[in-house]
């Protein structure tokens, strides 16, 4: 029996259709990548009350061929969206964090649904840049992926800024670790489309640190009971110890092209990012009085 027969002979696939029809997602968390947006799906899927789309990152409405200019599909319908979802429990989203980064995604997700709520999850873009290039790194020692050419983090770097230098428009799924760390554009882009009981802001350093807690703060924020009413699960902890820990220049390289944009990522959200100016310890132990401080 094929997985599409057990989907329409099971109990879930029992009125979907009609579902499909009548509702929209409730929710989408839209950022930043590598900020612990794959430990909160987890979380959020065992939540019985909410549906995550099965695999996490659907990239739905960064699809540029996708839209019209008045962000709408253009095959007039989202029936391709809420095909993935069967709408069987109380609110249904999903997470697909370069939506927050790609130029037009939060307007094509605002015409969609001017009520959905958005979360998003920001890390200190200096920890969060050099996590992306080791991830990319990783990828490309797959044989699937060997014409993925990654080379050392401060070249990459170097051309990533010269892209951006050379045009304001320029955005790279792969080639961004500094424009996906620049925040506060992304902010403002977000809350110029959606009212602020809509959004919310979570510093990832606090979901690091208390990821239940956090998870239920994004549950009440979305409406529903909070996950530690129904389960206590252990925190998880993905990919560590498989990226190489920061060093002293690498650490100095990133941040001199973030630190005006913590600046102003303090400004826009009222937070104190004063921890996202340190050098962690691996950096701070090789030479202490050459770190990069405001």
Request: glycine share 6%; hydrophobic share 35%.
């Amino acid at each position: 029996m094929t997985p599409k027969i057990r989907e329409l002979l099971g109990l879930r696939g029992i009125g979907a259709a009609s579902r499909r029809a009548a509702r929209k997602l409730d929710f989408i968390g839209i950022g930043a990548q590598k900020t612990g947006t794959t430990t909160l799906h987890q979380l959020l899927a065992l939540h019985p009350q909410i549906e995550m789309y099965r695999r996490k990152e659907l990239h739905w409405f960064e699809k540029d061929d996708r839209f019209g200019p008045d962000h709408r599909p253009l095959s007039g319908d989202y029936d391709d969206l809420h095909r993935h979802f069967y709408f069987d429990r109380q609110i249904t989203g999903e997470i697909t964090p370069v939506y927050i980064y790609w130029r037009h995604a939060v307007e094509r997700i605002q015409a969609y649904n001017p009520d959905i709520r958005i979360f998003v999850l920001l890390r200190s873009p200096v920890r969060r840049a050099y996590s992306q290039w080791g991830h990319y790194v990783r990828k490309s020692r797959r044989p699937k992926f060997r014409n993925l050419h990654i080379g050392p983090f401060q070249k990459r770097l170097r051309r990533e800024m010269k892209a951006m230098g050379r045009n304001p428009d320029y955005q790279n799924v792969r080639r961004s670790h500094i424009g996906r760390s620049l925040y506060a554009e992304q902010i403002r882009r977000v809350k110029a489309l959606f009212p602020p009981e809509q959004l919310l802001f979570v510093k990832s350093e606090e979901f690091f640190a208390d990821q239940l807690g956090v998870t239920d703060q994004v549950c009440r924020f979305l409406g529903v009971a909070p996950l530690s009413e129904f389960a206590r699960p252990a925190p998880i902890h993905d990919n560590v110890g498989v990226v190489p820990p920061i060093g002293l220049e690498d650490w100095n390289a990133a941040y001199q092209y973030l630190s005006a944009d913590i600046d102003a990522v303090e400004r826009e959200l009222g937070w104190d990012c004063s921890d996202w100016r340190q050098p962690p310890a691996s950096a701070v132990g090789e030479n202490p009085e050459k770190a990069r401080r405001i």
